[in-house]
């Protein structure tokens, strides 16, 4: 087999392989500075809680609409907000912190999720809901992705100071007056849109893969905010793109074969990078 044959062949001949590809380089381009966000202000559980929480909301907006993308899509963000909300809620009023508050509730969520597309649905909805279909993406969810991109960079382009502050010193924000509260709830607003964009091509388990992993890979490489910003983006693109064509010439699930190579980065990453096992001074060390 030629390298043309390996590499460029899927995509030249098949629409659906241009489709998934557009899609899920746009996402990788909106979630990787999500992704960074989170890992520096060490709420990467709270993504993945609210990964899991737009299940049940997709779930009612599926039993309701089918698989028609406003039901899902407009379900999955209330669930999801409903989720971020309620586990605020919970971590400023209890002594449960705000980790703990968010792994209640989206196991909740999860189980209620799961319950109601088995109980008036199908397995097979419930794996599509799951795991979605990057390569069955049309063009109503690459006008969704294409639209939170732009929500996503445009917020991060206006408020990236703001953010910045909030991520490395939010007592400073709250000591000047202005408040952390607005950046911190942008960014729980940005994560859940991202979800819900990834959940469309990847499923409700694997769309926080393409957050996450690329931002933790980034974190072991680089020491600066644009670096790491760079670094996750690039991540993202390379698994995407090596993700989709290991799944069209092995025949595997499109979806997990992305997640897949992007834990292959962070396994190699943990291996040699500046900041893993290699580059470790010792159990108190700290680099951030």
């Known amino acids: 087999m030629s390298l043309h044959e390996l590499l460029i062949s899927p995509f030249a001949e098949f629409d659906f392989m241009r489709r998934a590809l557009v899609g899920c380089v746009v996402l990788a381009l909106s ?25 049940p909301g ?8 089918g698989f028609a993308l406003p039901w899902l899509a407009g379900g999955g963000i209330v669930a999801a907000l409903l989720v971020a909300v ?17 792994a209640g509730f989206y196991l909740m969520a999860l189980a209620l999720g799961v319950v109601l597309i088995s109980r008036w649905g199908s397995q097979v909805d419930l794996i599509h809901l799951l795991f979605g279909s990057v390569l069955a993406i049309d063009d109503a969810a690459l006008y969704v992705v294409a639209g939170v991109a ?36 942008g960014l729980i607003v940005l994560t ?40 996750a983006w690039l991540v993202g693109l390379v698994s995407t793109v090596a993700g989709l064509l290991v799944s069209y010439h092995a025949g595997l699930p499109s979806g997990p074969a992305i997640v897949l190579v ?21 159990p108190q060390s700290d680099t951030r």
Request: hydrophobic residues 55%; aromatic residues 8%; charged residues 10%.
């Open 31 to 55: 979630c990787a500075p999500v992704g960074v966000l989170l890992v520096l202000r060490r709420m990467s559980l709270m993504g993945d809680a609210l990964s899991h929480a737009v299940l």
């Open 58 to 65: 997709a779930a009612v907006g599926y039993l309701i609409g």
């Open 86 to 102: 309620l586990a605020g809620v919970a971590g400023r009023y209890t002594v449960l912190n705000e980790d703990a508050s968010f």
């Open 150 to 185: 732009t929500i996503s960079l445009a917020w991060l382009a206006l408020c990236y100071r703001g953010m910045v502050l909030e991520c490395v010193d939010p007592g400073f924000l709250a000591a000047a007056g202005r408040g952390g509260s607005p950046y911190h709830l």
């Open 192 to 231: 859940v849109l991202n979800l819900v964009a990834g959940f469309q091509a990847m499923g409700t388990l694997m769309a926080i893969g393409l957050m996450m992993l690329p931002a933790t890979v980034a974190r072991l490489w680089a020491d600066t905010l644009p670096g790491l910003m760079g670094v």
């Open 262 to 282: 992007a834990s292959l980065f962070y396994l190699v990453s943990l291996t040699v990078a500046p900041h893993g096992w290699r580059g470790q001074r010792g």
